[in-house]
């Protein structure tokens, strides 16, 4: 995807966001609470109106928006969406089962993922560092995390 | 500040203060030796740690962790030409030159004397500037403040990145995140979806650890998918003495540490613009500018000298008017905020022994970088670039979750943490800014509130904003920012066109 088009979808994105907060406002039962968040809301929409537009004209025109050294595209890579994936499977995984099994588990499957072949280093890596950390926040420092 | 000099530093130089400073430079240089990890992203990451401290033991882990972390950017940055941290992009220019004349030793030290000679002038220019700041800006009335917040927000969308219309929309995301949570005035519930966590507004250490620690980190995962070499440490010898590096490198530190406070000061400049600047200029002025960016240890001195003196000079507006004018300075906020301080004027008026103390540990732990961050403690550091990139990533986003999870024992933390790295992560490749939603975040309710009370005492007559001399500089400035890049595209513009009728 071009990094207009993915600008284009961002924008739309966002500002279908914008419309729904906009319709949220709209039920606060003070009048005097949805001034401020009506203000901040039109000057978001209007931002990225003007966003949308100039990205569609340089979509037409074939003009590559200026953008971080991205050799992957857009919007990023298959590769890093696995990422994305299995880093959210990981973050609710610790709110229904504890830190320290996910954790075990997110790292040899996220080393393995990103190219580690080192069973060794990847097995000890993952089995002592959930422990480590549990160790550290709850011992060392009297921090509440759940196991 | 003299009043309260014996209890800051009673607290200052107190065993467990002393031992965050030195933990925190300690884990700042090993966390910012490692590529792709920045000083925000170092401080986002360790930041729940020092919440369970007390306040000014926890500010000390974090500018132990911020000094650390700018000179810790500088170990990759000369031994393998990959800038631990974006403040040290300038240091490659020559640190790794100097690495491959076998010089990577007399680099690294150089590195190191620069950047806590750095540190400690643009500490300084906190503990002189800061104080009569904040005493005029305490002079300010809700419209004043109205405006102070308008131009902070303001000016970090419009300087920050090449694209102000991005900032813009940045600003704004971050503005609406602020206004989740309790409306102050009325007590109506908005955007909260009856969420009880959420009745309190989005916690601010959270979005800013989900916003800044997160999407870096998931880039660093896809980049270690495209590039899995093991590298390899040249090696380090010593090289120089301190009091030899001063007497071949005090102009360049003088001129390093002025350029870098400057640049610190303006909201979104950033460590990397001051090395930058620093670099050429020292570049310019040199009788042999043809040899830098061959391995010029003046070169390594001017960079990283900037960049630790920016450091310091960061926190003066963040700290005297509560417009944080980097991303640090926001982390640095929100862990005030954590502590039940109010960021503003009044924050050193009514907290005079945390902000003297806070500012005292920034020039402390920048002359810390010497002893801790020396020659020997530097081969110990560089051994964390041989940390598989494979596993680096990972191992950095579970220790970002303990700590959310840790900061409030909540899972709905992690729900946050997630969701906004989410959203950091899709900004990020939309090449949107997330520096000005992070500030619009902590600025946002300072705006509406200072906004609501002018309206209510001028009853709801919006001159109240354009009558009081303040508000008028300070507009005065804003059209400034707004219109200066205006009229250098329209005369850019101008130039192209006649080039173009020329031809």
């Not at chain 2, 369970?52 to 393998?80: C, K, N, R």
């Not at chain 2, 003046?298 to 004018?325: H, Q, S």
């Not at chain 2, 709801?460 to 904003?465: E, R």
Request: proline share 6%; charged share 10%; aromatic share 10%.
């Amino acid at each position: 995807m071009s990094h207009a088009a993915a600008n284009i979808l961002g924008a739309g994105v966002l500002l279908l966001g914008v419309a729904y907060a906009w319709l949220l406002t709209g039920d606060f039962e003070q009048e005097a609470a949805r001034n401020y968040p009506y203000a901040v809301l039109a000057f978001t929409g209007v931002v990225l109106t003007v966003w949308l537009v100039r990205s569609i004209r340089r979509l037409k025109a074939g003009i590559a928006e200026r953008q971080a050294d991205d050799a992957s595209g857009g919007l990023g890579s298959i590769g890093g969406y696995l990422v994305l994936g299995g880093t959210l499977i990981y973050g609710a995984l610790v709110v229904y089962f504890g830190y320290v099994v996910p954790t075990l588990i997110y790292l040899a499957v996220m080393a393995y993922f990103l190219g580690g072949r080192n069973w060794l280093t990847i097995g000890a890596v993952a089995v002592l560092f959930p422990f480590a950390i549990y160790g550290f926040l709850v011992y060392g420092f009297d921090r509440p995390l759940p196991f | 500040m003299f009043d309260h000099l014996p209890e800051v530093l009673s607290h200052v130089f107190g065993f467990y203060s002393l031992m965050a400073m030195v933990l925190g430079v300690l884990g700042g240089v090993a966390v910012g030796a490692m590529p792709g990890v920045s000083a925000t992203m170092a401080i986002a990451m360790l930041l729940p740690l020092t919440f369970t401290l007390d306040t000014l033991t926890g500010l000390g882990m974090i500018a132990g962790i911020y000094s650390g972390a700018i000179y810790g950017g500088a170990i990759p940055a000369i031994l393998l030409r990959i800038p631990g941290t974006p403040a040290a992009i300038a240091t490659t220019f020559d640190g790794y030159p100097m690495t491959q004349k076998g010089q990577a030793g007399k680099a690294l030290e150089v590195s190191c004397y620069s950047s806590s000679i750095g540190g400690m002038v643009g500490a300084l220019a906190l503990i002189l500037i800061g104080p009569p700041l904040s005493r005029i800006a305490l002079s300010f009335g809700p419209p004043e403040m109205f405006w102070v917040a308008f131009l902070g927000i303001l000016s970090l969308a419009l300087l920050l990145g090449d694209d102000p219309l991005k900032g813009l929309v940045s600003s704004g995301i971050g503005l609406f995140l602020a206004c989740v949570g309790t409306d102050l005035t009325t007590g109506q519930e908005r955007y909260a979806f009856g969420a009880i966590e959420l009745v309190g507004g989005l916690d601010i250490a959270v979005v800013l650890i989900g916003m800044f620690a997160i999407p870096p980190t998931l880039e660093m995962a896809e980049s270690s998918l495209r590039n899995t070499e093991v590298r390899q440490l040249p090696v380090i010898n010593r090289a120089i003495g301190f009091f030899s590096a001063a007497r071949q490198f005090w102009k360049v530190w003088v001129s390093g540490s002025i350029i870098g406070i400057l640049v610190g000061i303006l909201p979104g400049a950033g460590g990397n613009l001051a090395a930058i600047i620093s670099y050429n200029e020292t570049k310019r002025r040199a009788k042999d500018p043809e040899e830098y960016g061959k391995g010029k240890p003046e070169g390594v001195a001017a960079a990283e000298c900037a960049n630790n003196a920016d450091c310091g000079a960061a926190l003066i507006p963040a700290l005297t008017l509560g417009v944080p004018g980097s991303t640090v300075a926001a982390l640095i906020i929100g862990a005030l905020m954590i502590h039940g301080m109010v960021p503003g004027p009044q924050l050193l008026r009514d907290q005079p022994v945390v902000v003297y103390g806070l500012m005292v540990q920034m020039l402390f732990t920048g002359f810390l970088i010497i002893p801790l961050g020396g020659l020997l403690a530097t081969r110990v550091f560089a051994r964390v670039l041989l940390i598989p990139p494979y596993l680096l990533a990972p191992l950095i986003l579970s220790i970002t979750v303990a700590g959310v999870y840790s900061i409030n024992n909540s899972t709905f933390d992690i729900g946050v943490l997630f969701a906004m790295g989410l959203l950091g992560y899709f900004m990020e490749k939309l090449g949107i800014p997330l520096a000005p939603a992070s500030l619009a975040l902590i600025l946002g309710p300072l705006l509406e509130k200072n906004l609501t009370i002018s309206l209510v005492i001028s009853r709801n007559d919006p001159m109240i904003f354009f009558t009081r001399p303040v508000s008028l500089a300070i507009i005065a400035i804003i059209v400034l920012l707004i219109g200066t890049p205006l009229i250098k595209r329209y005369v850019r513009s101008r130039k192209l066109k006649g080039t173009m009728e020329m031809d």
